[in-house]
T-cell receptor
């Protein structure tokens, strides 16, 4: 079955870049997603990438996709304290029904 | 436009008690979902409803039932709560599942359930 893995924790200083990594197993996924969860809140879609793309940039966010290695990354430029949250990557099944989430990476931004 | 709303926000149950978690969306979405979130495990899909009148099992359906009451509302019922069901439950909705599109899901704020 599908499995999505992420490292548990990342700490950076304010103003630095953050890179959050994810590996997935379902090569038939059409879309891959990054969600952000702030304390006590639900998940908010940050960005997504279509599987035929290598890179997508959206303001401070850059998503890189390496399909050969089944590796997805999220780069946050000029990281701010407001970026402190848990970040989840997710893939969708071929039928478009089910999202499979990674365990989440807790990003801590130090002032 | 409230998006996805869930009630209650918090609940404590004793083992064996039953309860229903409520979810409603006002975005005219066709598809709705129930997830549970446990530490270090991300979110796991319990049940989903691709459209009004249909429901399907997700990854972890045992111990739960769902009702798609109408297009707006999708409830999750625990008939006999167990400590293993202690978790945070999230409802989500999307325009439509079973499409070739990106099926962007919008999440509610969650219900924190403790079973003692």
């Amino acid at each position: 079955g599908e499995d999505v893995e992420q490292s548990l924790f990342l700490s950076v200083r304010e103003g630095d870049s953050s890179v959050i990594n994810c590996t997935y197993t379902d090569s038939s996924s059409t879309y891959l997603y990054w969600y952000k969860q702030e304390p006590g809140a639900g998940l908010q879609l940050l960005t997504y990438i279509f599987s035929n793309m290598d890179m997508k940039q959206d303001q401070r966010l850059t998503v890189l996709l390496n399909k050969k290695d089944k590796h997805l990354s999220l780069r946050i430029a000029d990281t701010q304290t407001g970026d402190s949250a848990i970040y989840f990557c997710a893939e969708i099944d071929n039928a478009g029904n089910m999202l499979t989430f990674g365990g989440g990476t807790r990003l801590m931004v130090k002032p | 436009n409230a998006g996805v709303t869930q009630t209650p926000k918090f609940q404590v149950l004793k083992t064996g008690q039953s309860m229903t978690l409520q979810c409603a969306q006002d975005m005219n979405h066709n598809s709705m979902y129930w997830y549970r979130q446990d530490p270090g495990m991300g979110l796991r899909l319990i049940y989903y409803s691709a459209s009004e009148g249909t429901t399907d099992k997700g990854e972890v359906p045992n111990g739960y039932n769902v009702s798609r009451l109408n297009k707006r509302e999708f409830s999750l019922r625990l008939e006999s709560a167990a400590p293993s069901q202690t978790s945070v439950y999230f409802c989500a909705s999307s325009v439509s599942a079973r499409t070739s599109g990106r099926n962007e899901q919008y999440f509610g704020p969650g219900t924190r359930l403790t079973v003692t």
